[in-house]
Structure formats: structure tokens, C-alpha cells
């Protein structure tokens, strides 16, 4: 489980008490053993109600509508500017459609003002390159912590075995670099490196060596991972797991305080080099998205242009996702097709060449720190120029095979046992569950070579090409080389030795794998991923860098994927065969669902994010999903111009809704607009301060002119700056598959159901991801849609000759017969004119 986030903290952390009097909206989905748990507050509660409590109803068939931005209401905005209105509370949902205008009013403000003045023309330019200076500050972030935590990390990994006296500060390999005691064949052996048992017992072999070896590596793992999980779970608990699905949930528009914040950035990028060192099957290459994210949202601040507009911030953090994976894969090109692939919500041609920019940027200065020693961005870059023959696609295929297969059991048992976590009293004690599962690693890890090392190290190994000075186990049939070039058919015993060893290792990073993705630490999944799929490349003879497609199982990239391989291997030769497999593994894991670990993780955690790639088939109608309910309270809402400053906040204060629709009164029930709770809230302080006569039977308007009012009533108080005056709205019979269209394409909150400009219920994204959840765990038949379009119109009178029931001028009738079910029956609903009351 991605870093279960924890929602039972206060919401609303405004200095308004009626903001944070608004519910939580932890409300449960529970459908076949999968509970779902929504916690965005507005996609709950925003209005609940219903025409009629306990009557069935149809509406007939009608037009659509749906609003863009209001001009009117921004410019009133502009002129009366209320502070704090547009902004959002934690575990909200953005309006991108307002942020947008907001940041198109803004520029057009901008270019009105430039030829006024130089300065004018001076802030103009400066508006214009923040988007490129925040990116470029983001990229040498990025670069720069990218550097530390690789070289961090190697010289922690090697401290498990032992230390350089000559200087402390060298890793293994470092600390022999100088030494002139070595050969090319034990490079690695030096007087100046010094193992435990060297230090502790005097003596380098032996059983008693061997033990305190065993030892302290355990030791050091433990520790490792206690400071780690330690760390997270007392100053930043957002800083655990790989953040990729919370990147991908904020990108949407969510909004979670703190996870992009400055201490969630010292504190993971401090425990992802313990985690990294503890020896733990996980990778730092998921954390360094979330780190460069962080970066990019600290940077957005010093920019006026990104830090008022959470749409323009979330740009920045696209770019800063792809230079995220560009530091860690050394994969400029392949990060930018990262973010657009796989976190992106919006990503329009001005964020494609920022993420360039920035992906360049932070490769830069990582090529510039230099933490390998090798002139590289990444420890096991390789290059092959060997040519590949037609008849090796067959076993290429085949892999692909096996890493959709891998990748869908892997998504399975990893969600099944993070789920147990989650549902269990097992989840309450992330510490003893870390430290669990590090011990297991360091005890058995440490008798197997290719599971003791660094899982960076073990792939580099695994994709070094055996050559006249290979010093490997596996390579040791290569040592039967002559002078003419020619090799030796047979296999010396180490590399039966070393396939044995690779295939436990194998077998013991699958398991570890599935227990440790989700712990409370810093975990990424690409790194062992690629190491699965290396050992096995190796087991079977294939050119190993191919087997990164298993990777391509377990996260259903693509295109991305083979692009990162391409520059990982530093050539184009195996592009037909990694295309291949690449296909080949995408469709057997499609086979077996196309959800990928990230979106199965944002699913469990219960994040509110419509996923893009998800098909919506079901014939349901707007009217079936919006809210109120037929057991619900009627419609909450506020009338343009006869309700007093005390009915208002009655009804802020006896509800938990955070939005009212603004009709023109009780009797017509027409749609004015919709205004915030929120902004309803702090228009009320901020006018309580700043202007006199508001009193509580003040008379609160929503139009443009004051009502007619007698002589000695109080100040009225104008609230028409914080209404949106074009709400989208859809009709009641507008199917749901064009309504969950709309809200993913546009990123609405909520919409509006109407009929005839009658306000009906509202529809949120909670509700719809509520609907969908419920589609997946009860499947229903298919209704022909005609079925939805037939025009009802029942009598005036019922069959006792009583008028049917009238609520907002909507007229009830439930057809439903005594054999029937309630939810096979017809519903029927007629509007009526309002002068035949």
C-alpha cells in the first residue's frame, strides 16, 4: 500500500470555526470485501436532498446546459477582492474550470497594464518567464538532491560490510581507487577497506569472521530501517512510499496540505537513504518524483503566477514528475513521457517543453556531481551493439509473457496483503512491521551474494556483457579464452553455482517485493522490478536489459518504458524485440485487469481521481446518481434575494454541505448560480469587519441591484462577487457515460442536475466514483436505452381522485406494481407551470 494517508485529522484549518465545524465525509463504500473511502469533503456533502423523500420519479427528457466562466462574476471579483475567497481546504477538490478564468482574467489584466509604464512592461516579462524560472529552479533542485541520496546511499550500502580507514567519507569502491595493492582481477581488495570482522576480531576469514560479518550487516540493516521508519512516522508521515499515486490524486486537483511541503522533503529525502541502505527489495527511483514534486511546489511559491492558481501550480509539478524520473533513470526524454503517460491529469504543449527543460536541467547537474564515478547518470548503464536475428523474437515474446504474468500477480498479492494491513490490528505498528521485514531481508540475504549486494549493484552485474576481463561468477566460462578468440562450449561449476544462486535470488525478491512495497518508508518499485526481471534474463540466456518489460507488468507503461530502456542501454538495437515484449506483456496483463499498482493504490487508499484510461459501459442516467435521494432531506439552497443573514447562517450551521445552489425563490425553484460555503463564510467575517449595519436580519442578496427594502431595515449585504453565475449543469436524463466524461476532461467538483432550468440534486465526484464502485462489485443488466427516452406524462389526479404530491413545482407519481421490485419499477415525474397554483 502506497503510504496510507491519514485522514482522521481535523479538516478545515481556516480560523473560521464554521468552516471547520464541515464533516469529514469519511463515509465507507463497502462492496465485496473492498472498502473504498473517499475523504474529499466537498464530493460528500456538498448538497443533499431530495424533491421528494420516499416517492419514485422519471423526468422526461430535456436539453442540456453547462457554463464555462462567468465574466460578471470575475470582474466583481476583481473589483471587490475578499481575502481567502477562491481558495481551498485540505482533502478538497479544485475547480479547474475557476482557476482557469481566474488566470485568463489575470492575464488580460496584465496585458492591459503593459504599455502604461516600463515597469508595467517589466512585470509583464517577468510574468511571462516565471513559468521557465520555476522549472529551472526545479530541475537544479532535483539534480542536486538526486546526487546526494545516490551518493549517500552507496557509501551507507557499503558501511553494512565494512569501512575505509584512509577516509571514512569512501565508499568501497572509492576507498580502493588510490590504492596501489590491488589487481584488475580484485580491484575491490585493498588494505585501506577494512571489514567488520578485520576491525572487531583481527582476522579476515574464518567461521568467527564469517558470524561477525553476518552480524553486523544484520545489525546495520536494522538500524537503518528503525531511523528510517522512525523518522516518517514521528515528523512527516506523508514522506513514506513511493508518492506516485498521491502525485497522480494532486494532479487530478486534490488538494492534501503538507505532502508536497518543505519538511515532507528534508524527511524523505533523509529516510529513502536509509531505506535504500537497509537493504530492503524496494528502489529510490519512485521517492525522487515525489522529492522533485516537492521541489517544484516550494518554487511555485515564490512565483505570484503559481502560488494563487492551483491550476498553473499543477503544470509545475508535471514538469517536476519528469525531471524527477529523469535523475533517476538518467532518462531526460523518458521522463517527459512519463509524466504525460503516466501522472498527468493536464498536460497541455506548454508543460510538454517545460518537462523537457527541467528533465535537461536536473540531468545536467546530475551529469555534473558525477556520484558514480563513471561518467554516468545511472550505476548500471550498459551499451550492446550486438545485432539480434529474427528467429529471437519467439523468446523475447515469451518474456514479455512472463512479465504481464508476473506484473498481474504481483498487483493482486500486493493489494491483497495491504488491504489485510489495513483491515487488521497488524497496521497499527508500522514500526514493528519495518523492522520485521528488515530483519527477514538481512538474514536472508547476507548468505547469497547476488541478494547481499546493492539491488542497483546486482543489476549492473547482471547487465555487463561477459568479455575477456569479466571477474563475475556468471562469466567464469568465459575464462577458457585462447589467444585466437575462440571460447570454450562447456560451463565451468561457478556458473552452475551462480545460476542456482540467481534463481533462490530470485525467488526470495519476489516475495520480499510484495511484503515490502507499502511498509511506512520510502519505497520505490522500479529498481526491484528491473531487478526480477534481470535475474531472470540471465537464468534464461537473454540479453538482460531487455527484461525491464516486467516492469511494463506491474505499472501498465508503455511507450515511456521503452523510451527510459533506450536511454538506460545508450542504443537503438533492440528496438523491434523490446517493442515486442513490451506489447506482448501490456496485453497478457490486460488480460488479468487493466488496473496498474498505482491506480490499484489509489483505489485501497480511497482517493477521489477519475481514472482517464477506465471505460464507463453502463446505460445509467444522471438522474439515478445525483443526490438528493428519495430518503434524503430536501434540497439545500439559497434565494437570490429574500433570505436574511441569520437564515444563511442557520443553514450553514445546521448542515455540513460546502456548496448551495442560488435559485430565484422557493416558489420558482430557477437556477441563479452556486456559491462556496467556504465563501459564503468568510464574505460574512470580512464584511462584519469592514463594514457597519450588518446585523443578523440584514437582508443578503445575490444580484446585481439591492432589493426594494423598508426605510428602517438594516444595511443589506451583497454577496454577488463570490456566486458562480454559470455553474455546469447537466439534464436529468444526460447518460452518465457523458457525465463521467465531462467531469474527467474538465475536472469539475460537482455539476447541477436540472429540468427546464429547475434545480433537481446535484451530482459530485464522490458520487460518481461512488456509482462506479458499485457498478464494478454488482455488474447490472444492460437496459436498451430507449427504454430512458419514453415521455411520461401522468394525470394531475391519482386513481383516488386526490391531486398527486407537489414538491418545487414537480409532480410525483410511483408507478411501481405489488410484484414488482422498487428498483424494477417506473418512475414518472411531470413538471408543472407555477401559475396553476
Not at 311 to 324: D, M, T
Amino acid at each position: 500500500m502506497e503510504c496510507e494517508q491519514l485522514f482522521s485529522r481535523a479538516l478545515g484549518r481556516s480560523s473560521y470555526n464554521s468552516i471547520t465545524s464541515a464533516s469529514s465525509d469519511e463515509e465507507l463504500l463497502d462492496g465485496a470485501g473492498v472498502i473504498m473511502d473517499f475523504h474529499s469533503t466537498e464530493d460528500d456533502n456538498l448538497l443533499d436532498g431530495d424533491a421528494s423523500p420516499g416517492s419514485n420519479y422519471t423526468m422526461s427528457n430535456g436539453g442540456g446546459g453547462g457554463g464555462a466562466c462567468s465574466s460578471t462574476h470575475l470582474l466583481d471579483l476583481l473589483e471587490e477582492p475578499i481575502p481567502g475567497v477562491g481558495t481551498y481546504d485540505d482533502f478538497h477538490t479544485i475547480d479547474w474550470v475557476r482557476e482557469k478564468c481566474k488566470d485568463r482574467e489575470r492575464h488580460r489584466k496584465i496585458n492591459s497594464k503593459k504599455k502604461e509604464s516600463a515597469w508595467e512592461f517589466t512585470k509583464s516579462l517577468y510574468d511571462a518567464w516565471s513559468g521557465w524560472l520555476v522549472v529551472t529552479l526545479t530541475g537544479l533542485a532535483s539534480g542536486a538532491l538526486a546526487g546526494g541520496i545516490d551518493i549517500a546511499a552507496d557509501w551507507m550500502t557499503d558501511l553494512k560490510e565494512g569501512i575505509c580507514l584512509s577516509a571514512l567519507w569512501f565508499n568501497h569502491e572509492q576507498c580502493c581507487w588510490g590504492s596501489n595493492e590491488t589487481t584488475f582481477a580484485q580491484r575491490d581488495d585493498c588494505p585501506q577497506w577494512k571489514s567488520w570482522a578485520e576491525l572487531i576480531l583481527g582476522q579476515a576469514e574464518g567461521p568467527g569472521s564469517y558470524i561477525m560479518n553476518y552480524f553486523m550487516f544484520t545489525f546495520w540493516a536494522l538500524s537503518f530501517a528503525f531511523l528510517a521508519v522512525a523518522l516518517v512516522k514521528v515528523f512527516a508521515p506523508y514522506a513514506c512510499g513511493s508518492g506516485i499515486p498521491e502525485i497522480k490524486t494532486i494532479l487530478s486537483g486534490f488538494i492534501i496540505r503538507g505532502y508536497l511541503g518543505k519538511w515532507t522533503l528534508m524527511i524523505k529525502t533523509i529516510t529513502l537513504v536509509l531505506a535504500v541502505s537497509s537493504g530492503l527489495s524496494l528502489g529510490k527511483e519512485g521517492p525522487l518524483v515525489h522529492v522533485a514534486c516537492c521541489c517544484g511546489n516550494i518554487f511555485s511559491y515564490l512565483f505570484p503566477k503559481y502560488s494563487k492558481n492551483e491550476a498553473k501550480k499543477r503544470e509545475v509539478l508535471s514538469a517536476a514528475s519528469a525531471a524527477g524520473v529523469s535523475v533517476a533513470f538518467g532518462a531526460p526524454i523518458g521522463g517527459v513521457l512519463f509524466s504525460l503517460e503516466e501522472v498527468s491529469y493536464y498536460f497541455p504543449l506548454k508543460t510538454l517543453w517545460r518537462s523537457f527543460f527541467a528533465a535537461l536541467v536536473a540531468a545536467f547537474v546530475l551529469r555534473s556531481i558525477n556520484p558514480f564515478g563513471n561518467s554516468r547518470l545511472v550505476l548500471f548503464y550498459v551499451e550492446y551493439h550486438t545485432p539480434w536475428y529474427l528467429f529471437e523474437l519467439f523468446p523475447f515474446i515469451l518474456l514479455g509473457v512472463f512479465g504481464g504474468l508476473w506484473g498481474a500477480f504481483f498487483i493482486r498479492t500486493n493489494i491483497a496483503w495491504c488491504r489485510r494491513r489495513k483491515s487488521t490490528r497488524f497496521g497499527k505498528y508500522p514500526v514493528l512491521e519495518v523492522m520485521a521485514v528488515a530483519g527477514i531481508t538481512a538474514l536472508v540475504a547476507f548468505p547469497n551474494p547476488y541478494t547481499r549486494q546493492n539491488t542497483s549493484e546486482l543489476i549492473k552485474e547482471l547487465f555487463t556483457d561477459c568479455g575477456p576481463l569479466a571477474t563475475s561468477q556468471l562469466c567464469q566460462y568465459r575464462s577458457l579464452m585462447n589467444g585466437t578468440g575462440t571460447t570454450a562450449t562447456s560451463a565451468t561449476p561457478g556458473v552452475y553455482s551462480a545460476m542456482w544462486q540467481l534463481s533462490l535470488a530470485l525467488v526470495f525478491k519476489i516475495i520480499m517485493t510484495i511484503f515490502t512495497f507499502g511498509l511506512k518508508v520510502p519505497s520505490g518499485l522500479f529498481i526491484p522490478s528491473m531487478a526480477i526481471g534481470a535475474i531472470a534474463g540471465r537464468i534464461v540466456g537473454i540479453a538482460v536489459e531487455q527484461l525491464a518489460y516486467f516492469h511494463r507488468g506491474v505499472t501498465r507503461m508503455t511507450v515511456s518504458l521503452v523510451v527510459i530502456v533506450f536511454e538506460l542501454t545508450g542504443g537503438l538495437e533492440y528496438i523491434v524485440p523490446l517493442m515486442a515484449a513490451v506489447m506482448t506483456s501490456k496485453w497478457v496483463g490486460d488480460a488479468f485487469g487493466r488496473e496498474g499498482i498505482y491506480e490499484a493504490h489509489i483505489r485501497l487508499n480511497g482517493y477521489p481521481f477519475l481514472d482517464a484510461k477506465e471505460e464507463f459501459t453502463h446505460t445509467t442516467l444522471a438522474r439515478e446518481v445525483m443526490r438528493p435521494r428519495r430518503s434524503d432531506a430536501p434540497l439545500a439552497v439559497l434565494t437570490q434575494d429574500d433570505m436574511t443573514l441569520a437564515e444563511v447562517q442557520a443553514l450553514i450551521a445546521q448542515t455540513s454541505f460546502n456548496g448551495f445552489p442560488v435559485i430565484v425563490s422557493k416558489e420558482s425553484q430557477r437556477l441563479v448560480g452556486f456559491a462556496l460555503r467556504r465563501d459564503i463564510t468568510i464574505a460574512i467575517e470580512n464584511a462584519r469587519r469592514k463594514q457597519e449595519g450588518i446585523l443578523l436580519n440584514s437582508r443578503v442578496y445575490f444580484t446585481q441591484h439591492a432589493p426594494v427594502l423598508p426605510a428602517d431595515s438594516p444595511r443589506p449585504l451583497k454577496l454577488r462577487s463570490i456566486l458562480d453565475m454559470s455553474p455546469f449543469t447537466v439534464t436529468d436524463h444526460t447518460p452518465m457515460e457523458i457525465v463521467v466524461d465531462i467531469f474527467r476532461k474538465l475536472g469539475l467538483r460537482q455539476c447541477l442536475v436540472t429540468h427546464n432550468g429547475i434545480v433537481l440534486g446535484i451530482i459530485t465526484k464522490k458520487n460518481i466514483l461512488e456509482h462506479l464502485e458499485k457498478l464494478k462489485q454488482h455488474a447490472e443488466p444492460l437496459t436498451p436505452p430507449w427504454h430512458y427516452h419514453k415521455k411520461r406524462y401522468p394525470p394531475s389526479y391519482g386513481p383516488d381522485g386526490k391531486p398527486r404530491p407537489r414538491v418545487h413545482n414537480v409532480q410525483l407519481e410511483s408507478s411501481s406494481s405489488s410484484n414488482q421490485n422498487e428498483a424494477e419499477s417506473e418512475e414518472e415525474v411531470r413538471l408543472l407551470d407555477p401559475s396553476s397554483h
